[in-house]
């Protein structure tokens, strides 16, 4: 299996745990548990109303981000910025509330990164972090925590959203050169915790309705990729915990992507995503990893 047809199934992972976790987010698990029995499909729904594949922020903002990182050939704040405003510009159908409060801050002030804040530790700079792994693949340890923090910083400048971006970041690009999840485990969960216990996932109980605050994603996603051994199974644990479960679902999904390949999609997912988000996502994939390997080779 190659990096590129990883780094795709990474990205398929990301709309599709979007679009799965859509239908039943802000629900509780007993709520899903009463309406769907278990939620395993892509229908749509939701409290947006979507249409069956349709994708919500989370893909749609990693796609202007890549977008911006192409344009540029490189992550740039500014540029991801200027995407980002764009594409709120645009009506997304939907938004949280730090990224409208941080974008129209940067409209009033021109500067791509907001104030530093405890209070921004949101999970919005990490759901749309995979088109920073991709395009930075190869690249030192400290030239990718710089460009994790570019596209973070203009929405969440916090310590602990720029610790789970980073942690993310690098077992993405990790399971890309096909390292397995206890490599992913003891050299990327682990140590994360060391350094911030807020992060702990082991040892309590199953992270249920996870909001948006960063720690409780970030629990919540490595307690069910951890703890299965499929894509498909990565995918429903995470999102029949109900809460952010869109949010859940993407990161979970370009996790498990990475990790277990482009075959390990069901065929009924990839099928069902909306064609043209699917046909974007695996043309941004690509190219992504065409300007690392091109980078690598300039470096």
Same mark, same amino acid.
């Given at each position: 299996m190659t990096t590129t047809d990883r780094s795709i199934a990474a990205y398929l992972g990301l709309a599709i745990g979007?679009?799965?976790?859509?239908?039943?987010?802000? %629900?509780?698990?007993?709520?899903?548990?009463?309406?769907?029995?278990?939620?395993?499909?892509?229908?749509?729904?939701?409290?947006?109303?979507?249409?069956?594949?349709?994708?919500?922020?989370?893909?749609? %903002?990693?796609?202007?981000?890549?977008?911006?990182?192409?344009?540029?050939?490189r992550?740039?704040?500014?540029?991801?910025?200027?995407?980002?405003?764009?594409? %709120?510009?645009?009506?997304?159908?939907?938004?949280g509330n730090t990224v409208r409060r941080n974008l129209m801050l940067f409209r009033r002030t021109g500067n791509p990164a907001a104030p530093c804040s405890v209070h921004d530790a949101g999970n919005g700079a990490l759901m749309r972090i995979l088109p920073v792994a991709?395009?930075?693949?190869?690249?030192?340890?400290?030239?990718?925590?710089?460009?994790?923090?570019?596209?973070?910083?203009?929405?969440?400048?916090?310590?602990?959203?720029?610790?789970?971006c980073e942690c993310v970041v690098f077992m993405v690009q990790d399971a890309l050169r096909g390292q397995d999840k206890n490599h992913l485990l003891h050299y990327h969960a682990h140590p994360l915790v060391a350094r911030h216990p807020e992060f702990r996932f082991r040892g309590i109980k199953p992270v249920g309705n996870p909001g948006g605050y960063v720690v409780?994603?970030?629990?919540?996603?490595?307690?069910?990729f951890f703890d299965t051994d499929d894509f498909k199974s990565c995918l429903?644990?995470?999102?029949?915990?109900?809460?952010?479960?869109?949010?859940t679902g993407a990161i979970?999904? %370009?996790?498990?992507?990475?990790l277990y390949g482009p075959d390990a999609i069901p065929c009924e997912?990839?099928?069902?995503?909306?064609?043209?988000?699917?046909?974007?996502?695996?043309?941004?994939?690509?190219?992504?990893?065409?300007?690392?390997?091109?980078?690598a080779k300039t470096a």
């Open positions: 979007d679009a799965l976790g859509a239908t039943v987010e802000f %629900m509780t698990p007993r709520e899903i548990a009463a309406q769907y029995g278990v939620h395993d499909a892509l229908i749509g729904g939701g409290w947006l109303h979507l249409k069956p594949g349709q994708v919500t922020d989370d893909t749609t %903002m990693s796609l202007a981000l890549g977008h911006s990182i192409l344009s540029c050939g992550v740039d704040a500014l540029a991801a910025a200027l995407a980002f405003d764009a594409w %709120m510009r645009a009506k997304p159908v939907d938004i991709l395009a930075t693949l190869g690249q030192s340890h400290e030239a990718v925590r710089t460009a994790c923090r570019a596209q973070a910083h203009v929405t969440h400048n916090s310590e602990l959203s720029d610790a789970a409780d994603t970030l629990q919540a996603v490595f307690q069910a429903i644990d995470v999102v029949n915990r109900g809460g952010d479960a869109d949010t979970a999904g %370009m996790l498990a992507g990475a997912w990839r099928h069902t995503l909306n064609a043209d988000v699917r046909h974007s996502c695996e043309a941004q994939a690509v190219a992504l990893i065409q300007l690392a390997d091109e980078s």
